[in-house]
């Protein structure tokens, strides 16, 4: 079994910076895509950034030039960082990646439990 977990959510003020680390626990033979999603109250999962096993990267519309993602970090995996914060950033942020763990199978899905972040203006 494979857990993802957040950390690094918080409050802020707009303007401010942020930066939220996943970890990765369980047996990983290998890690492929993975990526930033977030949930604000009453609204659908969305897309925040994703960067591939390439290194490619794509974000969001809203967060470009603001957001970074990044990765090849091995107790901490993908990390986003937020600047320039504003209030609709707010939402629980959630980590994804597609983790491969045996050699005898295709990666599968999995998701982090979330962490929130509060943006005040």
């Known amino acids: 079994q494979v857990q993802l977990v957040e950390s690094g959510g918080g409050l802020v003020q707009a303007g401010g910076s942020l930066g939220l680390s996943c970890a990765a626990s369980?047996?990983?033979?290998?890690?492929?895509?993975m990526g930033w999603y977030r949930q604000a109250p009453g609204t659908q999962r969305e897309l925040v950034a994703v960067?591939?096993?390439?290194?490619?990267?794509n974000y969001a519309d809203a967060v470009k030039g603001r957001f970074t993602i990044s990765r090849d970090n091995a107790k901490n995996p993908v990390y986003l960082q937020m600047n320039s914060l504003k209030p609709e950033d707010t939402a629980v942020y959630y980590c994804?990646?597609?983790?491969?763990?045996?050699?005898?199978?295709?990666?599968?899905?999995?998701w982090g439990q979330g962490t929130q972040v509060t943006v005040s203006s």
């Open positions: 369980g047996r990983i033979i290998s890690i492929n895509t």
């Open positions: 960067i591939t096993s390439g290194r490619t990267t």
């Open positions: 994804n990646a597609a983790v491969r763990t045996s050699w005898a199978a295709r990666p599968s899905d999995y």
